[in-house]
């Protein structure tokens, strides 16, 4: 059975699931933080009514041009070209904070990104090290490479990659790069793959320091934190915060943030203290959600993907 969003990008994770739990109002005005090639933004749109709008943000410039397009064709959609830590600016801007009705966040790498040798984010196809997922401005992975300590990348690759040989890994691709720049995915992937004394099963051993790489030059965790802080301002009460994440890390953050915003304000144990006091401003919404099996075999990225839901109660 097809996703009854037929007209969707056919890799856009949790479609129906995301859409469904964000779209609580046809008339609203409704964010999507991460645009990519236009699935989920098209989903949320045929759920609205003509008064309903959607802004999309997005970094890639492959993405602006998708969604340029569909501003052609649909009045009530809007692209900005800027990472979603911009997310309040941009809201204030158009004097819509506390009046948002959803938020969605599709996190990571997308799949054109993956496939495409040139952007840099794969270790199974030759490319340039880049992985910026904004091409026009920012350090790129080889520069990122070339310019930082050991002691960095090690903190890098345990952090950002949970990579548990991140110290000798760290160490060979310094040693490499003090005889030549290291510029391509293959030779970074040949380096990494010679360091690294075991191998997890069906698991690159690359897998985790490109992932590393790839957050750091992006600032991903930190838009990430930043975002979900302004999200808050943004949504007015009532209004839905969906986040999609794909590892650990992010989904975490984003798990951490909702409970905290369930647990309200933290007092000294003993003291008197009202329930508006605590000042708790969200709830979640169901359980976490996972693909299910039609999904996972038609998109096998969508097997780490998870989904948290929560809603804006003060």
């Known amino acids: 059975m097809k996703s009854k969003h037929e007209k969707a990008a056919h890799d856009s994770v949790l479609l129906d699931e995301a859409v469904e739990a964000l779209v609580i109002n046809p008339d609203g005005i409704y964010i999507d933080c991460t645009f990519g090639r236009g699935g989920h933004s098209r989903a949320v749109l045929s759920m609205l009514s003509d008064k309903g709008r959607l802004m999309a943000f ?137 360091a690294h004394p075991r191998w997890e099963k069906h698991k690159h051993p690359a897998t985790r320091c490109f992932q590393a790489i790839r957050i750091a030059v992006n600032r991903e965790l930190d838009d990430l934190k930043d975002t979900l802080e302004q999200s808050l301002n943004c949504l007015k009460v009532g209004g839905r915060l969906v986040a999609i994440s794909f590892h650990s890390l992010e989904d975490r953050m984003v798990k951490r943030f909702i409970q905290k915003q369930e647990k309200g304000q933290d007092f000294p144990p003993g003291l008197p203290v009202t329930e508006d006091m605590i000042n708790r401003r969200m709830k979640k919404v169901g359980k976490f959600t996972k693909a299910g099996d039609q999904e996972l075999e038609r998109n096998n990225r969508a097997r780490s993907a998870v989904m948290r839901v929560a809603e804006k109660i003060s």
């Open 58 to 194: 997005d970094k890639d410039p492959q993405a602006i041009k998708e969604g340029q397009a569909l501003e052609q064709e649909d009045a009530r959609f809007e692209i900005i070209h800027e990472s979603f830590s911009l997310l309040e600016q941009k809201v204030s801007d158009k004097g819509l904070v506390g009046n948002i009705d959803g938020i969605m966040m599709d996190l990571g790498v997308s799949s054109p990104q993956l496939d495409q040798a040139e952007r840099g984010f794969s270790f199974m196809q030759d490319g340039p090290l880049d992985m910026r997922m904004d091409t026009t401005r920012g350090q790129t992975a080889a520069e990122w490479i070339a310019q930082t300590d050991e002691e960095d990348m090690v903190w890098a690759f345990k952090t950002f990659g949970e990579e548990r040989y991140a110290k000798r890994i760290a160490r060979a691709i310094i040693e490499k790069r003090q005889k030549a720049p290291i510029s391509r995915t293959l030779e970074l992937a040949a380096i990494i793959k010679e």
